[in-house]
């Protein structure tokens, strides 16, 4: 059973990095604590079914995502596809959101598409580029000096 919640906890911990989120947001939308999500993805502290739900929901991902894959493939239905992660992040944020706070989301989206964006689209193009023709410590070590110049 500890390695069930030592692999419960990487796959939270790795689902909650590939979204940039902190401990500190991850505890606030879940309704867990920080010190509790630090436990859970250390494999120091068991997380109930009610917890490990609560974060899923946070996080923008299904259970599926988060039980280790010898457990998932024995369930009785399995996702029809594998979930990305900031899209998931994206639409729990949505579901959040009032209606007037998604009408202003939603006009602030068409304003700035209809900004001529052209040139801005080009830098960030050859931006991309760049960044994938890193390697991936190369990329890491980019993704830890933004982090840390961003306080994350």
């Known amino acids: 059973m500890d390695e069930i919640n030592k692999e419960i906890g990487r796959k939270i911990y790795h689902q909650r990095k590939a979204i940039n989120m902190s401990s500190t947001t991850l505890a606030s939308l879940s309704g867990v604590s920080q010190s509790s999500i630090s436990k859970i993805e250390n494999g120091v502290q068991t997380a109930t079914f009610s917890t490990v739900l609560r ?3 946070a996080l923008g991902v299904s259970l599926y995502d988060l039980v280790p894959e010898e457990y998932s ?3 009785p239905v399995a996702p029809a596809a594998p979930i ?3 899209r998931s992040q994206l639409i729990a944020i949505l579901n959040r959101m009032s209606e007037s706070e998604l009408e ?3 006009n602030f989206v068409l304003t700035f598409l ?3 964006i052209n040139s801005t689209l080009k830098g960030i193009n050859s931006l991309v580029k760049s960044y994938e023709s890193l390697s991936e410590k190369d990329r890491e070590y980019l993704i ?3 982090n ?3 306080n994350k």
């Open 148 to 150: 840390s110049i961003t």
């Open 104 to 106: 202003l989301a939603f």
């Open 144 to 146: 830890k000096t933004f």
């Open 73 to 75: 493939n024995s369930l």
């Open 114 to 116: 209809k900004l001529d």
């Open 84 to 86: 990305d992660p900031l």
């Open 55 to 57: 974060i899923s929901n």
